[in-house]
């Protein structure tokens, strides 16, 4: 399981973008860039990518810069960590093969505890948008709310 620096930097820059564009207006890198603590050059390399996957649109000129090509409610975490090519596979194995980890090509006696881990990890990310994070509606903040948790029980949920 791996989810990079890339990958973390492009859900950052996005939920930024979902908190601070409205109505098409660009938002310059370099803002982002500042808010979010991200080198601008590395940045860069991740709108570059973002862009290429429709995740944003680009405006040139002085006004210019980034905006979401689509609503934040239609954006789902896991979409962008996939497009950036992280992997939420927590085992060894080659996802789908068929094939285990083992030399003789068996499964190890983890594997279904780690397969169950990528699967919950991957229904998680799938179900929440960039919506649901500026507007701090993860699913462990909606359950805290009804049940009244306290910091302990956040804290011991992310």
Known sequence: MKIGTKERYAVMALIDLAHHARDEKPVSISDVASRQSISI??????????????????????????????????IRISDILEAMDASLQAT???????????????????????????????NYLKNITLLDVVEGQLPHQKSCAKKSCDQRTVAWMA
């Open 41 to 74: 050059p590395y940045l860069e390399q991740v709108f570059v990518k973002l862009r290429r996957k429709g995740f944003v649109k680009s405006q040139r000129g002085q006004a210019g810069g980034y905006y979401l090509s689509r609503p934040p409610a239609e």
């Open 92 to 122: 060894r194995c080659s996802f789908g093969s068929g094939e285990g980890c083992l030399h003789d090509k068996g499964r190890c006696m983890t594997h279904d505890l780690w397969e169950g881990l990528s699967e919950t990890m991957h």
